[in-house]
């Protein structure tokens, strides 16, 4: 659990100082852990968080999708919506609303060839747009407190 923790903070970390914020001497220890963690699946992949705002990406987009009722027709709608190139996000949801689709785009002007393609898919029944004028929090999983009851299903990670 601590090595989550520590790498959920920061996974750019040398593994010398996960072992040591973990009380281990060998960082060889920590990286058959980590490698232990990644077989499992409690580690995805580690990424770069970006500054999209820095690199021109100041137009921020939630649709909410409804998608026309018929046979899979939210996998093939999540097929399509996740191709978009400029989707950092897709939510299936329930409710009246199939899906929320997070887009980042450059200017007003990108979002509309978004919104063109969105348009042209012949499973949406509607969608509705709003920009957001304001990022107050961003993907930032960070914060959230691992406790060892969460990996109950994992029981291999001690061993």
Do not use: W
């Not at 980590?34 to 705002?53: A, C, M, Q």
Request: with cysteine.
């Amino acid at each position: 659990m601590r090595i989550l923790e520590i790498l959920q903070a920061n996974s750019d970390l040398p593994l010398s100082d996960v072992a040591k914020q973990c009380g281990l001497s060998s960082p060889s220890a920590i990286s058959k852990r980590v490698r232990k963690l990644r077989e499992l699946g409690l580690i995805k992949k580690n990424i770069s968080v970006l500054d999209y705002k820095a690199l021109g990406y100041t137009f921020l987009t939630v649709t909410l999708v409804k998608g026309k009722y018929g046979k899979d027709y939210t996998r093939r709608l999540a097929q399509k919506l996740s191709n978009i190139s400029n989707a950092v996000m897709l939510l299936e949801i329930l409710g009246d609303i199939d899906f929320i689709l997070v887009t980042m785009n450059r200017s007003q002007d990108d979002y509309k060839s978004t919104l063109s393609y969105i348009m042209s898919l012949d499973e949406i029944e509607r969608s509705d747009t709003r920009v957001v004028i304001n990022i107050d929090k961003f993907f930032d999983f960070s914060g959230i407190k691992l406790i060892r009851r969460d990996l109950t299903a994992h029981k291999a990670i001690d061993r």
